[in-house]
């Protein structure tokens, strides 16, 4: 069973930076892609980074630019640089891991993210 826990949340002022990290254990081999997601009070969950096993990135609209999505080289840290932050980034945000299946999800808890203006 992979294990994801999450961690570098906090309040950070608008323009300002965070990183945060996820910490993966278990059989590492069984994942296929990886990604960071969030949600926001009454919202539904998005994603905002993905990144495959060979190092591709894909991130939506609304934080290219911005975010950046790495795994160290023993593929068990996950980190999502977020730069210029802004109030709408607030939100909790969810360290995603997927099998090759791609219908076997693993889901940390969450880290809460708070952007002020």
């Known amino acids: 069973q992979v294990q994801l826990v999450e961690s570098g949340g ?17 059989p590492i081999f069984a994942i296929n892609k990886m990604a960071w997601y969030r949600q926001a009070p009454g919202n539904e969950r998005h994603v ?4 495959t096993n060979d190092g591709h990135a894909v991130y939506p609209d609304s934080v290219a630019g911005r975010f950046t999505i790495s795994t160290n080289n023993a593929k068990n840290l996950m980190y999502l640089h977020m730069n210029n932050l802004k109030p709408e ?3 909790v945000y969810y360290c995603n891991a997927v099998h090759p299946n791609g219908w076997t999800n693993w889901w940390g808890q969450g880290t809460q993210v708070t952007v002020s203006s």
């Open 10 to 26: 906090g309040l950070v002022q608008a323009g300002g930076s965070l990183r945060l990290s996820c910490t993966v254990s278990g």
């Open 89 to 91: 980034d607030t939100a």
């Open 48 to 51: 905002v980074a993905t990144i």
